[in-house]
């Protein structure tokens, strides 16, 4: 709702209270954060790997003025309402999951748009911490791009889908009949596209080399196969553990949340907190299974805490301080099985 103005670029040195750095990693904004700090500026940071609770935190931070600048990806605008003055280019290229490429006009446009909150300033202010980037900027932002025109409907399958294709192609593996439904169905249907299906299937394969997984109803596996887990770090692995857990006993303790371990806090405590989410999540579909629904919530909860410290500290002085560990929360062991790792099928 207010105008836009592009400004020189600033510099790190330049950067002043109410100022947004959008970078595009995570490893970047850390390493902006440092280099906003030795500026002498208290800073939050904001990326798509913290727990919404710590988003909001760090956002309320930078809401009353405890962090003076915030330095953050473009999960910038996912849900959060800041009183940003001026937006803070770090970088106009971005990873999309297959190559570094310029921002498009419009991604440049929404991210720019975070600047002069209504009610708060009267204009935004945009510009890039690199000189070289701000005509591009300027171009985006003046220029007129057509409308886009109107595309195709994603769909994707329900299990009622994949339990008829399955009946047709003759198997119940997930993962073949996600791909059959990908590459098969609908190929020639010009109004319809099949959603990216692809990191379902890389953990629906996952699954299916565990001992024992294939032998759950095919539900149960359709929703395992739907988990909110990343296909990069360890929460895949994980997921296929507790899933051949599940198929061999009926019940997952979750134990190894708390025994996680690594040289690096933040790391370790956004791990425990993403993999106690996934817990979570299978215990709301699996309750008699995953059974340590409240001590993990706990777990959760305390890390968070940690990476909140963390983040705190290092906003404000450049370092984790040493206090900040998270009290563990204690989880019930059922008699731990002993299982190999996952081995391929023929």
């Given at each position: 709702?207010?105008?836009?103005?592009?400004?020189?670029?600033?510099?790190?040195?330049?950067?002043?209270?109410?100022?947004?750095?959008?970078?595009?990693?995570?490893?970047?904004?850390?390493?902006?954060?440092?280099?906003?700090?030795?500026?002498?500026?208290?800073?939050?940071?904001?990326?798509?790997?913290?727990?919404?609770?710590?988003?909001?935190?760090?956002?309320?931070?930078?809401?009353?003025?405890?962090?003076?600048?915030?330095?953050?990806?473009?999960?910038?605008?996912?849900?959060?309402?800041?009183?940003?003055?001026?937006?803070?280019?770090?970088?106009?290229?971005?990873?999309?999951?297959?190559?570094?490429?310029?921002?498009?006009?419009?991604?440049?446009?929404?991210?720019?748009?975070?600047?002069?909150?209504?009610?708060?300033?009267?204009?935004?202010?945009?510009?890039?911490?690199?000189?070289?980037?701000?005509?591009?900027?300027?171009?985006?932002?003046?220029?007129?791009?057509?409308?886009?025109?109107?595309?195709?409907?994603?769909?994707?399958?329900?299990?009622?889908?994949?339990?008829?294709?399955?009946?047709?192609?003759?198997?119940?593996?997930?993962?073949?009949?996600?791909?059959?439904?990908?590459?098969?169905?609908?190929?020639?249907?010009?109004?319809?596209?099949?959603?990216?299906?692809?990191?379902?299937?890389?953990?629906?394969?996952?699954?299916?080399?565990?001992?024992?997984?294939l032998e759950l109803p095919f539900e149960t596996r359709s929703v395992y196969s739907r988990a909110p887990v990343s296909t990069r770090g360890p929460g895949i692995n994980v997921l296929?553990?507790?899933?051949?857990?599940?198929?061999?006993?009926?019940?997952?303790?979750?134990?190894?949340?708390?025994?996680?371990?690594?040289?690096?806090?933040?790391?370790?405590?956004?791990?425990?907190?993403?993999?106690?989410?996934?817990?979570?999540?299978?215990?709301?579909?699996?309750?008699?299974?995953?059974?340590?629904?409240?001590?993990?919530?706990?777990?959760?909860?305390?890390?968070?805490?940690?990476?909140?410290?963390?983040?705190?500290?290092?906003?404000?002085?450049?370092?984790?301080?040493?206090?900040?560990?998270?009290?563990?929360?204690?989880?019930?062991?059922?008699?731990?099985?002993?299982?190999?790792?996952?081995?391929?099928?023929?």
């Amino acid at each position: 709702m207010n105008p836009l103005r592009v400004v020189p670029a600033p510099g790190i040195v330049g950067l002043r209270p109410g100022d947004a750095v959008v970078a595009f990693s995570r490893r970047a904004v850390v390493e902006y954060q440092a280099q906003v700090v030795r500026a002498g500026l208290p800073s939050a940071v904001i990326y798509g790997s913290l727990s919404p609770g710590v988003r909001r935190r760090e956002a309320e931070r930078f809401r009353t003025g405890a962090a003076q600048v915030v330095v953050a990806t473009d999960a910038i605008g996912l849900g959060l309402n800041l009183p940003i003055r001026r937006v803070v280019f770090a970088a106009v290229r971005k990873f999309d999951g297959v190559e570094t490429r310029l921002l498009t006009p419009q991604e440049i446009r929404q991210i720019a748009g975070r600047a002069g909150r209504y009610g708060l300033h009267e204009e935004g202010l945009v510009t890039a911490l690199d000189a070289r980037d701000v005509g591009l900027i300027r171009r985006a932002l003046e220029g007129r791009t057509p409308p886009a025109p109107e595309g195709p409907i994603w769909i994707s399958p329900t299990d009622d889908h994949l339990r008829r294709l399955g009946t047709i192609i003759g198997t119940t593996r997930v993962s073949r009949l996600l791909d059959f439904f990908r590459t098969r169905v609908l190929a020639n249907d010009p109004q319809l596209r099949i959603a990216d299906l692809s990191a379902q299937i890389e953990v629906a394969l996952a699954l299916e080399l565990a001992d024992g997984f294939l032998e759950l109803p095919f539900e149960t596996r359709s929703v395992y196969s739907r988990a909110p887990v990343s296909t990069r770090g360890p929460g895949i692995n994980v997921l296929a553990r507790w899933g051949a857990e599940h198929a061999r006993r009926g019940l997952v303790s979750g134990d190894e949340l708390a025994r996680l371990a690594g040289r690096d806090r933040l790391l370790i405590d956004e791990d425990r907190s993403r993999l106690a989410t996934l817990y979570l999540w299978l215990a709301q579909r699996f309750p008699a299974v995953y059974i340590n629904a409240v001590e993990v919530a706990e777990l959760r909860d305390a890390a968070d805490s940690g990476i909140q410290a963390t983040l705190r500290a290092r906003g404000t002085h450049g370092a984790a301080h040493p206090a900040a560990a998270p009290r563990r929360a204690v989880i019930r062991r059922p008699p731990r099985p002993s299982y190999p790792k996952p081995r391929r099928r023929h």
